[in-house]
T-cell receptor
Framework: DAKTTQPPSMDCAEGRAANLPCNHS???????VYWYRQIHSQGPQYIIH???NNETNEMASLIITEDRKSSTLILPHATLRDTAVYYC???????FGAGTRLTVKP | DTAVSQTPKYLVTQMGNDKSIKCEQN?????MYWYKQDSKKFLKIMFS???????INETVPNRFSPKSPDKAHLNLHINSLELGDSAVYFC??????????????FGPGTRLLVL
C-alpha cells in the first residue's frame, strides 16, 4: 500500500484558496515530493515539486514541513477549472495513489 | 505543438485481437513510459525506456510488448486482447531516469475497450 496519504475528496469555493494536504512520513532526505493533477480523464499534468524549501510557481505553492513528513499544495485563488484529482507523489510509492478529488464550487 | 501525443485516442476491439498504440514526444527527453489507468482510476506504471533500452518492466503479462524505434517514440503492442485490458493507457516522458524524481509529461491517453 502507498505510504503517501491524501484525503479522498475536498471542496473549495471559487476564488478561495484550496489547501490540499499530503502525508509522506517515510520520505528520504534527498527525495522530492511531486504534485500532479488530472482533470477529468485527461493525462496527468505536472504542477510543482519540492525538496525541503517552500516552492511557488505560476500554478501553485508548495509548503513542506520542516521534518518533511508532510506537505500542502496551495491553489491561491481556485477556479472552476481547477476541479480535478490531485496526486502527491513520492518515489517510494512507485505509483500514483488515489489522490484527492478537489471540487471547486461557484 | 503537442509535447506528448498518442494514437489512437479511442480503440474498440474484440477479445483475442492484437492492437498497437503509438506514442511520440517532441521534448527531446531520454525516457518514456507507459501507464495503465483502470476503472478504479489508479495509475500504474507498466514500462519505462531510456534511450531505446528497457529500464522498468513491472509485472505485466507478456502479451504486452513495448517497442522503442528511437528515443522519441515508444509504442505498445498488445496481443490476444482480454476484457481486463480495457483501460486508459497513458504515455509519458521525462528528461532523466529516476522514476518519480523527474518531471513527467503525459500524453492525452488512449481509451481501450475490449468487447
Amino acid at each position: 500500500d502507498a505510504k503517501t496519504t491524501q484525503p479522498p475528496s475536498m471542496d473549495c469555493a471559487e476564488g478561495r484558496a484550496a489547501n490540499l494536504p499530503c502525508n509522506h512520513s517515510t520520505i528520504s532526505g534527498n527525495e522530492y515530493v511531486y504534485w500532479y493533477r488530472q482533470i477529468h480523464s485527461q493525462g496527468p499534468q505536472y504542477i510543482i515539486h519540492g525538496l525541503k524549501n517552500n516552492e511557488t510557481n505560476e500554478m501553485a505553492s508548495l509548503i513542506i514541513t520542516e521534518d518533511r513528513k508532510s506537505s500542502t499544495l496551495i491553489l491561491p485563488h481556485a477556479t472552476l477549472r481547477d476541479t480535478a484529482v490531485y496526486y502527491c507523489i513520492a518515489p517510494y510509492d512507485m505509483r500514483f495513489g488515489a489522490g484527492t478529488r478537489l471540487t471547486v464550487k461557484p | 505543438d503537442t509535447a506528448v501525443s498518442q494514437t489512437p485516442k479511442y480503440l474498440v476491439t474484440q477479445m483475442g485481437n492484437d492492437k498497437s498504440i503509438k506514442c511520440e514526444q517532441n521534448l527531446g527527453h531520454d525516457t518514456m513510459y507507459w501507464y495503465k489507468q483502470d476503472s478504479k482510476k489508479f495509475l500504474k506504471i507498466m514500462f519505462s525506456y531510456n534511450n531505446k533500452e528497457l529500464i522498468i518492466n513491472e509485472t505485466v503479462p507478456n502479451r504486452f510488448s513495448p517497442k522503442s524505434p528511437d528515443k522519441a517514440h515508444l509504442n505498445l503492442h498488445i496481443n490476444s486482447l482480454e476484457l481486463g485490458d480495457s483501460a486508459v493507457y497513458f504515455c509519458a516522458s521525462s528528461d532523466g531516469t529516476v522514476l518519480y524524481q523527474e518531471t513527467q509529461y503525459f500524453g492525452p491517453g488512449t481509451r481501450l475497450l475490449v468487447l
